[in-house]
């Protein structure tokens, strides 16, 4: 089975730019989340996804920060403008149920560097 | 305010010795708790958990303990093996308030030969 897949695994970018992440949940996964981790701190939580609905987006840093998941497949995290506290490590995880004592599996990360 | 800490930034273990990585917490309404393993340039892959009504938690090497009146958790790996050697993170969910997870900083965890 395979596992979270992530898309660009590294993106450098100049400040201003526009900059679209992508996640490939595990299959049959209805929940989808987002995490970064900046400068070597702790993985912070960005948003939740139930399917194609945002259940949680209360970690989203500001407006520059755009996710979705129409079809409630994949799910892309879109920066616009991208600033220079945006370079981190992106991550995606997925979870089946999302019930009490979920696992979430993670994804490689998309390492973003905003220059 | 950092609700979940791992106040040992790197642990050093003789291979075959044991290796106890340790995480505390502030909010008593975590009901949840993973330890995560991560290698470099990779994502974090899920190691084991515990749920709160519970204190302790053994798959194979790896034992998780919950003190939950401490507000303390530990990871033991019995024993270690040089492959264990990567940063290891502690997470913890309130399941009444979504499914977010609050990580700690991390523990770099290097087991020697």
């Known amino acids: 089975e395979a596992g979270v897949t992530q898309f660009p695994s590294h993106s450098v970018i100049e400040k201003g730019q526009t900059v679209t992440l992508r996640c490939d949940p595990i299959s049959g996964h209805d929940n989808l989340y987002w995490y970064r981790r900046v400068m070597g701190k702790e993985i912070k939580f960005l948003l939740h996804?139930?399917?194609?609905?945002?259940?949680?987006e209360s970690g989203m840093p500001n407006n520059r920060f755009l996710a979705e998941r129409t079809g409630g497949t994949y799910s892309t995290l879109k920066v616009q403008p991208a600033e220079l506290e945006d370079s981190g490590v992106y991550f995606c995880?997925?979870?089946?149920?999302?019930?009490?004592?979920?696992?979430?599996?993670f994804g490689p990360g998309t390492r973003l560097t905003v220059l | 305010d950092q609700q979940v800490k791992q106040n040992s930034p790197s642990l050093s273990v003789q291979e075959g010795r044991i290796s106890i990585l340790n995480c505390d917490y502030t909010n008593s309404m975590f009901d949840y708790f993973l330890w995560y393993k991560k290698y470099p340039a990779e994502g974090p892959t899920f190691l084991i958990s515990i749920s709160s009504i519970k204190d302790k938690n053994e798959d194979g090497r790896f034992t998780v303990f919950l003190n939950k009146s401490a507000k303390h958790l530990s990871l033991h790996i019995v024993p270690s093996q040089p492959g264990d050697s990567a940063v290891y993170f502690c997470?913890?969910?309130?399941?009444?308030?979504?499914?977010?997870?609050?990580f700690g900083g991390g523990t770099r965890l290097m087991v020697k030969p």
């Open positions: 997470a913890a969910s309130d399941n009444n308030a979504g499914n977010m997870l609050t």
């Open positions: 996804f139930v399917k194609e609905s945002k259940q949680d």
């Open positions: 995880a997925s979870s089946q149920w999302g019930g009490k004592a979920d696992t979430q599996y």
